[in-house]
């Protein structure tokens, strides 16, 4: 019996000058675990005059999760911060009770192609943190834990997972988990999951119960400790979830809430430029239309 519960396929979004893949949320499934958000950057191959240029907005009761396999983004938030990610670096951002950033493409890029390759994910705060301070926190590529086993590279990007826990400063029980595999081979992770959990596959595909999967595909679990598949050859895929709130999460544009009035509040405030700007930027996106609940 297949242990896949739903399949979710990528489907082109517009994020001001740039498209992505979403992935989630989905209308038959919101979240996985506390992840809320999911698109598929690129790889957008980027000409002199083209730039990824994403001016200040806000967010808040989320930790936003930047990873990138190509190229470079130069992040600024109103907290101060300002930091390029680069790939394997994982760029978390707390947004709390509100926090505002801008992504751009860094200046010295500006006038040569380019390529930009990467996941955006967000990742819910727990009701009782959801109206915390914001905070960021940027790890390198090299601490973040990495290992082979049985022919299969491992990275733990977040969370803990097989026994190890990734510095990436997490607020509740999660993972998200890189597996690569240059060889065809069967998998069995269930002893190391919990929760609800999901599989991404970026590049290659990977065999359940016979069916092939490709590229570009969310597989939803029935049941994490169930997840045992076959990985193809040259396959790169993201395992991720935990548990689950008990409580519905509402978005609206860039909030996530447990409440509807906080989501208004949090429009009020951006409508007003009350939140928190961000140092050296005057631009900003606007709220878009209004949506009533």
Known sequence: MSNIKLIIEERAANIGNFFVGRLLPFREKRTVGPFAFIDHMGPAHL??????????????GLSTLTYLFEGSIMHKDSLG?????????VNWMTAGNGIVHSERTPLYLRTSDKVLHGLQIWVALP??????????S??????IPHWTENNLSFKLVAGEAFGRKSPVPVYSPMYFIEIKSKTSQKVALGEHLFGESALYILEGNIKSDGTVFESKQILIAKDSKLCEF????????????????PE?????WNFVATSKELIEDAKTRWEHQTF?????????VPLPAPVKF
């Open 127 to 136: 009701k009782d943190l959801e109206q915390m301070e914001p905070s960021f």
């Open 230 to 245: 076959e990985i193809g050859e040259n396959t790169t895929i993201y395992i991720f979830g935990g548990e689950a709130f």
């Open 138 to 143: 940027h790890v390198e590529e090299q601490d």
């Open 47 to 60: 000409k002199e005059y083209q730039n990824l240029d994403v001016p200040p907005h806000p967010h808040i």
């Open 81 to 89: 911060t300002e930091v390029e990610i680069k790939p394997g670096a």
């Open 276 to 284: 928190p700007k961000v140092p050296g930027e005057t631009e900003f």
């Open 248 to 252: 519905e999460r509402i978005i609206f």
